[in-house]
């Protein structure tokens, strides 16, 4: 899952308010205090599998690589695990970092192709905003159709027992008030 | 009369005229009322300054000076000296700090410059309403006490006995030695730290101009500089020194099995022991705590095998009275206490997880394994990891570095190699090889073939995720050099842990009136110039209760501290700032209100008038009294009402 | 008093038995328990990495519904616990932002200020609230024989620990032993089982649940015990093919904490939803 990247780093790829700008957001209030120690990717349960260790993201975010820092698959594989957080010897909220990341990548446009962590997200976003609830039945169904249509043949299985449990149904989750949210989206995405 | 007020305006280099408009600020203060000279220079403290205000005095008959410079911590004492060699009574001075309060926190020039007009003000506004004080001076008590026998207590206490004053040496533990008394070797030049220690020791116990007190703590602290009076509490050993032989009859028969401190727990002692073989005083106590109750009903063994009969259960705690000139803290430290990150690094939970300390004694030829390096089952291990920076450099634990670990790291890794066939993996951040030959031996660490993973140790897990990691520890961790994750299987895990303030360090702070820095050890004068020296004249700092520090660095202030104390024993007398309290019999209505908040126990009462009274040789000027009285009688001479209250007018009132 | 409760759309969909589990036992001890009327997603964590503010809006929509009610909002679920707690906080301390959010909510019709109630786990109510020695009274009988290893996983305990020792959590333990279970001491309690990005990526799944459910078996556990549907379900469903691809056999019972009690409170397999379950039936002695 790790990709090499190849050629050097320079001053052009640079965004010279990134950093100040990462560090204004909730969660990257202390991301200057960051002494590159690395307890965050050695505490990490998915560091193995990321293209950039937490640790490297930070770096990368200070010397202002924006679009590095958002196109990599990193800031999609957190798990909301706060481990990172919990131990960090800096007192860096790297989950709440990590979100503040994604969001700028979704209203950046830029996101791994192919990955399918943030449209996952975004259809997740999408349906709650509408029904106000989430089914997750469907949600992967679409996640699989978008990203990588082969792997749902894969999925079918487990989804069976899920059927046959009585644990998954044809059914959408929604809520009565739908219009209240559409109002409140309508405000608060502005 | 009216006062002939000099001004002097200081450019301080660029670090006042940078900001502040020099000359705007002199041509200000030539319009104050009483102001009939006002001068600028480069650096006022330099001679050349100086001269300018004693000629300024001498030709224009100055009967006041007003130093509008840097703060008066640093250079207050410079400018009295010169209005007193020119004649004038040395606190007819003011000093108007316009740096640190004006140029170094205002980055606009023009607000700057109105500020500093503010403060030259309101200094003119106040000098003009100064009184002529005297200095008085005190005799100087020729003995010092020094607390805690550590190396650096050893130290300090050899230098000052050595110029031929009393030293009181002042430890809590039944024997000299402190933390250096259990390390194994010393890093960089790896002597025995016994071996150096040791004769220090001895000699202390043979000075004739040392008392040794051990196992003795200090109660409480009153008088001042020159003249301290000290409590001095004695526990009881309940052994009496100089019947006691050293032959170890008595821990021979001792039923009770305890835990030693002294080898962190990882030994068992009798309750009757010697702390170890070295020990001074070479002597045994006997643990209260752990005895079956000091009844001879219950338990004689010890007793009946003493041949010397040097075994006394009757034994009292004992308060001793101290009266020394000068004091010197040398409280050492303790280890930062690794139960708090139990969880992340699995200290108290897997048994081969080891603090720093524990392992000095594993490798130490009298610890319990007589320094062979083994597992707690006994097996010797094949690979070990050393974590760096436990509890340091983390805001959660101690924000900052505790300087030694990464080459007492480096030591211990040279020390597996040299005793074990075991591999060895140091995890660090930074590695920081700062003294004199370290870079050397962390060089020569680097060819005796131990691995170096940069990269703070993450966690350490009994979770095996393969072969190779099954029955060990695993340490996992980023190695920052190759970005990636790493895991690595050990048997033994050492958490290099920081030097933590002692627990005690808060009561001791408040039992000689000095204060603690942000991160909990004792504060210094100044981080630079008086790095031995505390708030508190008479009273120096010294070794790691001041920060963590190496053995030279603590040797070094060991020293330092004594010559700052023999200075002040060899000047006889002190002089006494007179910016003390007074209390106006006419108005005081004796309510005794000042007595009970004042700190330092200046305040007497005069029963048969019914009126308090200060002792000046007593009073530090703290002002607590000043502004508690309800009636007005006591008043603070340097800081009386009309002084402070012209002062303030002078920052409000200016037309600019 | 009555709890009202919130269940989150996992507890509605997949994780239905957890939900089933957790009101037979609430009604079984008399606890009483109303579900929150209306109640949307709580703006969870996938969410909160599109729209943050919108996400606030989501979770503040619940606390809306709770208008001025002083009861506590019980939620089971961790992701919805943590979230809600979450943005709970953020909307108490960030001033700019509660005027944003409840300008927009009263906009669409819900007027008021923010709810100051509390949010709970269930889990603190029962240990906490009903307590140990009253649910030993209700006992019907004992879990003897059974060997537990308590899993807590994340969002529990982290970054917000408002009921127990973020290192070394107890509740679960120690309700477990009330129930007359033996608890494993293990080291993954708190460890992450990969929880979305576990469902998302099949690589990342196998191997963090693999490592719980072998060190579980290692330790000698029969059960493994949760209480966060997300870490229930990763658990449950890949148990096959962690066996498979390790060459071990890894399968284990996975419980939910609700379940366990259910059982020792004399609850049917089919009142706590244990037929439901992906993963082997756990066999009492």
């Known amino acids: 899952m790790r990709r090499r990247r190849t050629g050097a780093r320079r001053e052009a790829d640079r965004d010279p308010d990134f950093a100040r700008k990462v560090a204004r957001t909730p969660g990257g209030e202390k991301l200057f205090e960051c002494i590159q120690c690395g307890t965050c990717s050695g505490v990490c349960p998915v560091s193995e599998y990321m293209d950039y260790t937490p640790r490297q993201i930070i770096g990368l975010v200070r010397q202002g690589f924006r679009r590095e820092v958002l196109s990599s698959r990193t800031i999609w594989l957190c798990a909301s695990c706060y481990a990172c957080a919990a131990h960090c010897p800096a007192g860096i909220k790297i989950t709440d970092l990590m979100y503040a990341l994604k969001r700028m990548a979704i209203a950046a446009g830029l996101f791994p192709a192919r990955f399918p962590t943030p449209v996952l997200a975004q259809e997740f976003y999408k349906m709650v905003k509408s029904k106000g609830r989430s089914t997750e039945s469907w949600l992967m169904m679409w996640r699989f159709l978008r990203t990588q249509p082969l792997d749902l043949v894969k999925m079918t299985p487990l989804g069976m027992r899920l059927f046959l449990s009585g644990r998954i149904g044809p059914g959408t989750e929604r809520i009565e008030r739908r219009g209240d949210l559409k109002s409140i989206s309508d405000r608060l995405e502005r | ?656 | ?285």
């Open chain 2, 1 to 656: 009369m009216a006062e002939r007020v000099g001004v002097f305006v200081c450019h301080c280099g660029s670090n006042i005229a940078g900001t502040v408009d020099i000359e705007a600020v002199v041509r200000h203060a030539k319009g104050l009322a009483g102001v009939v000279v006002a001068q600028e220079f480069k650096y006022m403290c330099s001679d050349t300054g100086q001269g300018m205000i004693k000629k300024a005095i001498k030709d224009s008959g100055l009967t006041r000076v007003v130093v509008a410079a840097c703060s008066p911590t640093l250079h207050e004492p410079t400018f009295r000296r010169a209005c007193g060699d020119a004649g004038m009574n040395a606190f007819l001075f003011q000093m108007a700090n316009i740096r640190e309060q004006c140029s170094w926190v205002t980055e606009d020039r023009g607000e700057a410059t109105a500020k500093a007009k503010r403060i030259v003000t309101a200094a003119v506004r106040r000098v003009v309403n100064h009184e002529p004080l005297q200095i008085k001076e005190a005799p100087v008590t020729p003995a010092v006490m020094v607390v805690g026998g550590g190396i650096t207590g050893i130290e300090a206490a050899l230098r000052v006995a050595d110029s031929g004053k009393k030293v009181y040496l002042v430890e809590k533990e039944p024997t000299l030695g402190g933390m250096m008394a259990r390390f194994d070797k010393t890093f960089p030049t790896l002597d025995c730290a016994a071996c150096i220690l040791t004769p220090k020791m001895t000699e202390v116990k043979d000075h004739p101009n040392i008392e040794l007190m051990t196992y003795c703590e200090v109660k409480e602290v009153s008088g001042y500089v020159g003249n301290f009076k000290v409590k001095v509490l004695e526990k009881p050993r309940y052994v009496i020194q100089g019947k006691c032989n050293n032959c170890g009859e008595c821990a021979k028969v001792c039923p009770v099995v305890a835990r030693d401190e002294f080898d962190c727990g990882l030994s068992t002692r009798r309750a009757i022991h010697i702390p170890f073989a070295q020990a001074v005083p070479s002597l045994y106590v006997l643990d209260p705590k752990s005895c079956l109750g000091l009844d001879p009903v219950r338990c004689t063994r010890c007793y009946d095998a003493c041949e010397a009969k040097a075994i006394d259960y009757e034994m009292q705690p004992r308060t001793v009275e101290l009266a020394v000139g000068a004091i010197i803290l040398a409280t050492g430290y303790e280890l930062f206490d690794c139960s708090r990150v139990s969880e992340q690094y699995g200290y108290g939970r897997f048994p081969d997880v080891y603090t720093s300390l524990e392992f000095e004694r594993l490798c130490h030829a009298s610890g319990p394994t007589g320094g062979k390096i083994v597992r707690a089952d006994g097996r010797e291990p094949e690979s070990i990891a050393i974590l760096h920076c436990i509890g340091s450099r983390d805001e959660k634990h101690n924000d900052y570095c505790s300087r030694v670990c990464c080459m007492y790291s480096l030591k211990f890794a040279h020390l597996v190699k040299e005793k074990t066939q075991a591999k060895v993996t140091n995890f660090y951040i930074d590695m920081r090889a700062f003294g004199k030959g370290y870079e050397e031996f962390y060089r020569r660490c680097l060819h005796e073939g131990m691995d170096l993973v940069r990269g703070k140790g993450a966690e350490v897990t009994d979770v095996a995720e393969s072969e190779g990691e099954a029955g060990k520890l695993v340490v996992r961790c980023e190695d920052t050099l190759l970005g990636g994750v790493r895991r690595i299987p050990a048997d033994m895990v050492i958490l290099s842990a920081g030097l933590s303030p002692r627990k005690e360090t808060h009561e001791l702070a408040r039992a000689f009136g000095i204060s603690r820095s942000r991160d909990g050890f004792f504060m210094e004068r100044h981080p630079k110039l008086a790095p031995v020296a505390t708030a508190s004249d008479g009273i120096y700092v010294a070794g790691a209760c001041q920060g963590p520090k190496d053995i030279p660095d603590c040797v070094a202030q060991g020293a330092a501290a004594a010559a700052s104390a023999i200075s002040l024993i060899d000047a006889g007398r002190i002089k006494l700032e007179p910016i003390a309290a007074e209390i106006d019999e006419k108005v005081c209505c004796g309510c005794r209100m000042c007595a009970a908040l004042c700190p330092y126990n200046a305040i007497e009462f005069d029963p048969v008038k019914k009126k308090s009274r200060i002792n000046e040789a007593l009073c530090k000027g703290c002002g607590t009294c000043v502004a508690a009285c309800p009636s007005g009688a006591a008043r603070q001479k340097g800081f009386t009402d009309l002084q402070i209250l012209s002062e303030i007018e002078g920052v409000l009132c200016v037309n600019l």
């Open chain 3, 1 to 285: 008093m009555e709890y009202i409760y919130y269940p989150g759309c996992s507890l509605k969909g997949s994780d239905k038995p957890y939900e089933e589990s957790f009101l037979a036992v609430f009604r079984k001890l008399e606890i009483p328990v109303r579900e929150l009327e209306d109640w949307n997603c709580c703006g969870a964590t996938l969410f909160a990495g599109v729209n943050e503010k919108m996400a606030l809006g989501m979770a503040a929509r619940n606390f809306a519904l709770m208008g001025t009610s002083p009861a506590d909002l019980i939620v089971p679920c961790s992701a919805c616990y943590l979230t809600l707690n979450k943005a709970k906080k953020r909307l108490a301390e960030d001033e700019t932002i509660r005027g944003e959010v409840l300008k927009a909510l009263g906009e669409a019709g819900y007027k008021g200020e923010l709810w100051k109630g509390r949010i709970r786990h269930p889990l603190d109510v029962l240990v906490n609230d009903y307590g140990l020695p009253a649910i030993e009274k209700r006992l019907t009988r004992r879990l003897r024989g059974l060997r537990a290893a308590p899993y807590y996983g994340c969002e529990i305990v982290r970054p917000m620990c408002l009921f127990d020792d973020a290192d070394d959590p107890k509740s679960m333990d120690r309700l477990l032993e009330t129930l007359g279970a033996s608890v494993v001491e293990w080291s993954l309690k708190t460890k992450c089982c990969g929880a979305i990005v576990a469902a998302s990526i099949e690589e990342v799944g196998l191997r963090l649940n693999g490592t719980i459910l072998r060190e579980a078996k290692r330790k000698g556990a029969g059960a493994v015990v949760t209480l966060c549907p997300l870490c229930h379900f990763n658990l449950e469903s890949m148990q096959d093919k962690i066996s498979r691809e390790l060459g071990e056999d890894v399968r284990l019972p996975v419980l939910y904490f609700t379940q366990a009690l259910g059982l020792a409170l004399g609850l049917s397999d089919a009142e706590l939803g244990l037929r439901r379950s992906l993963s082997p039936q756990l066999v009492l002695r």
